[in-house]
């Protein structure tokens, strides 16, 4: 039921609200019963209403039942790297988020450290959000310290 529930919540609030992007968008895995699973992305919208850089994932799940996955992402760094991943972890590992080093436009070769958080039911939706904003925050005040401290 809360899996309904969440399809047509998107489909009448999200869907009509945030733009969807266009093109090819390479899939992602993750590990599964120690076992690489591949996540084969279905759509992606743009939903800088909410927050800037926040997205929506639509995923097709690997197995039957739900057959759709859905993820909320956030943009941490417009470039990735080794170091940024290595300072975001902590807090992703404690909050239950994942890690990602994914292109979003494709047509460009950076490559975005991005964060998602997958949403079950209504009730995660704006529990996600707001995580998410969250973790974009301490990251990029994490960066400023960093920065600071450098100079």
């Not at 996955?69 to 300072?87: E, H, K």
């Not at 992703?92 to 990602?100: H, P």
């Not at 925050?137 to 960093?146: D, E, S």
């Amino acid at each position: 039921m809360s899996q309904k529930e969440l399809q047509a919540f998107l489909q009448n609030e999200i869907f009509k609200k945030s733009k969807k992007l266009k093109g090819k968008f390479a899939p992602f895995s993750e590990i599964i019963d120690n076992e690489y699973r591949v996540l084969k992305i279905k759509a992606i919208y743009d939903l800088s209403e909410k927050s800037k850089n926040l997205y929506l994932f639509i995923i097709r799940n690997y197995s039957k039942p739900p057959k759709e996955r859905f993820y909320l992402a956030i943009i941490l760094a417009a470039q990735s790297s080794d170091l940024l991943v290595s300072l975001a972890n902590n807090f992703a590992q404690k909050n239950g988020l994942k890690l990602i080093q994914y292109a979003i436009n494709p047509k460009q070769l950076r490559i975005s450290l991005i964060s998602l958080k997958e949403i079950e039911n209504l009730e995660d939706y704006s529990f996600s959000v707001d995580i998410l904003k969250e973790f974009r925050t301490f990251f990029r005040n994490m960066l400023g310290k960093i920065k600071s401290s450098l100079e």
